[in-house]
């Protein structure tokens, strides 16, 4: 809404310039800055301050908005995503409208940029201040909306990650709804054997926490379903769920197992990555939760035998996926991620049957894994006596289809894999490539340490070049360069486990488009890395866990935490306020093309019937909008604007950027 403002007062302009300690003021001069400001049309006081967003800093603009009678504020400083609203929120304390701020950011644009050029960064500041105070005398006053929130979470993903939120809403006495595409929670955790650096059992860490969550009476488990739309706005979302058909009826299944004893059809276990076979009526791990069976109807021939033997008669073919609508106020995405699938040619992975992947060998190493916690290369089933683990595959590499980022978990994963290979084994020969070790966390340098000093694992550091098989005993020869002692080495061993990157989960694209939100390497990108890393570009939506980007189980936890309790500051206030940068429509020029509401991608704008027009108009609903500029852009007629970014505005940032004072 925009508040009637007398065209007759005043433009008075403060210009406040901010050192940021010697970020800006290192390079350029605020006190040249400040000089130039003042001769700015319309800008009748103008100073300078070491730190501008500080209690004294915020004290010094509240003071001058009284005492000069400022009615429009320009702060030159960093960057708005940093600060915008703290000026903003000064703005409002000292009874200016909040709306009636603009902040030139002199810092990301400028100094950052031109740190050994300080006459042109001078010049530039001078142009984004006086861009800036062009743009504050055109700004009109706005009124933010409140609206009511709803208490209750959805939590899009069943890892570890999703239950750590989820436990922590429910126990805050907030209804929760966790949506997981598989069949029960746990996530990538669940297929692990232990954890570093204190090798404790994943399963008896992430058990309980599933268990607690499958019976708390504030979490519903939605399994085996998908997010297929989403409506509404913070506080206000309307979600629809499909879930999908086990053609086994929950309320009615025991997780007796006996569907799975008797059948006659195996198909590839996606939980121990494809080295086991399962049945078509199954269960992923025997700690699932919920602890019902499912069956894949992809595989199933229907024989009828598993419906002869379930005596709870909990067997149902004629199911169909059921379609659930959901009022929610706020959103956690904790979807995860997948293992990179080695694409390197010269490591031979999907060639030689004994390169194995590093979740592979998580699988083989759990004691409830396709081997029982007995270690054998899938060639022969023989246990190995030679291993060597190749770091980074996939991570670090420029080349097309790899990572260039550090997947962070890597490093770790093989020394734990080396360390319990080691204990179960003493005698083996376990050999370990890297490029360099990062043990990045507590106690990991440590564990680093101990692996190499008291299990006499060998680290080499050099890549592998080549991996090549001897077709007679399908041990694995591989080349490579121990940079150390600059030299090539030929290594003769069993069995080659390559550490793959973490990359960004394929499927969650789907979700990521519904929601709209925006993405770095496939990660989900925080609002600010720094100041708000839990929180989205999307009002009300949180972002938790490896979603967001690669890291180990401790920091998946603390942010799962930090997402659940951004979530609960949220719904606990009742209340959210809605920025009123939303679009207008002047019907008058209005021709009903549709333009807008075929661009739209928040589905904000309709078309409705106006007084005394013939046709139908378009409609801008403002909660829904969130102020991305598309149909005022595209509308033909210019009959569309934006308020707080509407044409004079922009218009008067065009011209003062073209004119020198």
Known sequence: MVEKTDKNDEIRVGVFVCHCGTNIAAVVSPEKLVEYAKKIPGVVFATDYRFM??????????????????????????????????????????????????????????????????????????????????????????????????????????????????????????????????????????????????MDCSACILTPK?????????????TYSEVK????????????????????????CTGCGECAQICPVYAPNEFDQGMAPRKAAYLPFPQAVPLIYTIDRDKCIECGLCIRVCESKAIDFDQKPETLTLKIGTIIITTGYDPYIPKIEEYGYGRYENVITGIQMERLLSSFGPTGGKVKRPSDLTEPKKVLFIHCVGSRNLQDGQMPYC???????????????????????????????????KGYEEFYEIVQREYGVNYIRGRVAEIREDPKTKNLIARLEDTFLN???????????????????????????????STDMGFIMEAHPKLRPVDTLSDGIFVAGVAQGPKDIPDTVAQAKG?????????????????????????????????????????????????????????????LCKGCGTCAAACPNSAISQCHFNDQQVFAQILSALEEL
Request: aromatic content about 6%; proline content about 4%; some cysteine.
């Open 407 to 441: 997947s962070r978990v890597c490093c770790m994963y093989t020394a734990k894999q080396a360390r319990q290979y080691k204990e179960k084994h003493p005698e083996a020969e376990i050999y370990v490539s890297f490029i360099d070790v990062r043990a990045f966390g």
């Open 487 to 517: 030299r090539l080495i030929e290594l003769e061993v069993n069995m080659v486990v390559l550490a793959t990157a973490i990359v960004a989960r394929e499927d969650a694209k789907e979700i990521i488009g519904i929601l709209r939100l």
């Open 210 to 222: 599933m268990v607690d969550t499958g019976q708390h009476p504030n979490i519903e488990l939605l």
């Open 229 to 252: 739309n989403v409506e509404g706005f913070v506080g206000n979302f309307e979600v629809t769920v499909e879930k999908k058909p086990r053609y086994i009826i929950e309320d009615k």
């Open 53 to 198: 967003c500080s209690d004294p800093g915020q004290e010094l603009i509240k003071q001058k908005i009284k005492e000069e009678n400022l009615n429009r504020v320009v702060v030159a400083a960093c960057s708005p995503r940093m600060h915008e609203a703290t000026f903003r929120r000064v703005c409002r304390e000292a009874g200016l409208n909040q709306f009636l701020f603009e902040q030139a950011n002199i810092r990301e644009q400028d100094s950052w940029v031109h740190m050994k050029q300080p006459d042109k960064a001078l010049q530039i500041a001078k142009d984004h201040v006086r861009i800036a105070v062009a743009k504050a005398k055109n700004l009109q006053s706005l009124l933010a909306q409140e609206v009511d929130v709803e208490p209750t979470c959805l939590i899009v993903g069943g890892g570890i990650a999703g239950i750590s939120a989820a436990l922590d809403l429910a126990t805050a006495g907030y209804k929760t709804y966790i949506i997981e595409k598989d069949t029960t929670i746990g996530g990538r955790m669940a297929q692990l054997d232990k954890t570093f650096p204190t």
């Open 563 to 623: 997402a659940a309790a951004s979530a609960i500051a949220l719904m606990g206030k009742g209340k959210v306020e809605i920025e009123p940068y939303y679009s207008v429509v002047d019907i008058t020029k209005c021709t009903g093309c549709r333009t807008c509401v075929n661009l739209c991608p928040y589905q904000a704008i309709s078309m409705v019937r106006a007084p005394g027009k013939s046709h139908l108009v378009s409609s801008i609903n403002q909660v």
